[in-house]
């Protein structure tokens, strides 16, 4: 926004221009403003110059005090269709409420713009063309909880994210939808395509049933911990379970997981605790030829069940693997890789003993089809030599991301979808 401002005041030609390419003033973009509080005279001017056509807003680096009376305005907007929430307005949404934006088709909540489940609720019912929600919601007592409306059928995309709150025991997490009566997944959101679930330690004694929804093509229970597997349908093509637990309970017998998703293209196991990880792999990878994308970085992951996995031909259609700070990868890793995964393009071997001379029998092998390889913080470093070599035969070398000699916060590691 600041960007369009800037430049009418160029010249008077810049300032005609810009004012004849309508489609520069659609967005409220707020996240590039220079200063951290925009004005509300400010975004006046822009609603103007947009002559009230805006269809997006992204709403952040803006007082609290002055959004309420910024929804006042977005309200007299009907072609306004996404919302991002991406500053702390959660205060204020008692006096703005979301839900009287009816026309949304998108709606985007950051963590500091968390919603109750009664608002969450409440906008459910009041914007029945939402086709994408992402939003965190809070915790709530259960004699606060409401069901969700009977009927989603334009909801598309649902992405639930929610805090631990381990002190209360008697409220509601986020995470377990309130359905009406013997309603499921499908009754309410028959449509769905993505359906993400993001949490943090969470036990969810009873997960989702998502097998009946034959569009849902993308699935995550990110952060999680699991007492079961989820059925799963044959339409889903990307399933994350990145940084949740699966605990089988003693005495319940495992559900059978090879034949679930059988269209599957990209598993995402970063840094998924499971004691019988690498049975998993080897059934659950097995008979799906179109997986193309599979990361394990971070996984306590046994390199026998890799290799057994790769032996069977489970992993011979990946074009991308990452195996990063999987402890026991070495070489021979390396070489069943050149032989029974032919087609892999992008390898993450970062964090691992993995020498370079099993590399480069890999870049040199007639089968090699690589384009990028990220060997950061290895046990033994690779030489600048191989670096180059590699780069010489067109392989994409990343450079580490902390550069030598410079300070970093380390960075807290968030769930992948």
């Known amino acids: 926004m600041m960007g369009e401002s800037s430049a009418l005041r160029v010249s008077k030609h810049w300032n005609m221009m810009l004012n004849s390419l309508p489609k520069l003033w659609i967005h ?220 089988l309970p003693p005495g319940v017998p495992s559900n059978d997981i090879s034949a679930m998703a059988p269209n599957l293209k990209t598993l995402i196991l970063h840094r998924f605790q499971d004691d019988e990880l690498g049975p998993f792999l080897i059934s659950f990878t097995q008979s799906k030829s179109s997986l193309t994308h599979l990361d394990l970085e971070g996984c306590h992951l046994h390199v026998e069940d890799l290799l057994i996995t790769m032996m069977r031909g489970n992993l011979e259609g990946l074009t991308y693997l990452n195996i990063s700070g999987l402890a026991e990868i070495d070489d021979k890793v390396i070489s069943n890789i050149i032989d029974m995964v032919p087609n892999i393009k992008e390898l993450n071997i970062s964090r691992t003993q993995v020498k370079e001379h099993s590399v480069k029998k890999l870049l040199d092998s007639d089968k090699s089809n690589l384009k990028k390889l990220v060997v950061h913080k290895m046990e033994t470093p690779f030489s600048r030599d191989f670096l180059d070599y590699a780069r010489s035969k067109g392989v994409e070398i990343p450079p580490p991301i902390n550069l030598e000699g410079t300070k970093r916060a380390p960075v807290t590691p968030t769930p992948r979808r």
């Open 28 to 247: 409220l973009d707020l996240s590039k403003a220079n200063k951290p509080n925009v004005s509300l005279k400010s975004i006046q001017a822009f609603l103007r110059r947009s002559h009230w056509r805006l269809t997006r807003a992204s709403l952040v680096n803006l007082q609290p005090v002055d959004f309420p009376r910024l929804m006042a305005g977005l309200r007299q907007i009907p072609s306004l269709e996404h919302l991002e929430l991406l500053g702390s307005f959660s205060s204020k949404f008692d006096v703005a409420p979301v839900y009287t934006l009816t026309g949304l088709r998108t709606l985007v909540c950051s963590a500091s713009s968390e919603i109750t489940l009664a608002h969450f609720r409440k906008v459910l019912l009041d914007c029945p063309l939402l086709e994408r929600v992402e939003v965190y919601i809070k915790p709530a007592p259960f004699s606060d909880v409401e069901t969700f409306p009977a009927k989603l059928p334009n909801l598309r995309s649902l992405i639930i994210l929610g805090f631990d709150y381990p002190r209360y025991s008697n409220v509601h997490s986020p995470l377990n939808l309130p359905f009406p009566t013997n309603a499921t997944l499908f009754d309410i959101i028959p449509n769905l395509e993505e359906f993400y679930l993001i949490y943090n330690s969470v036990m969810i004694r009873n997960v989702p049933e998502v097998s009946n929804l034959p569009k849902l093509k993308r699935f995550g229970l990110l952060g999680i911990k699991l007492s079961k597997y989820p059925e799963l349908p044959e339409s889903l093509e990307h399933l994350s379970l990145s940084m949740s637990e699966y605990n």
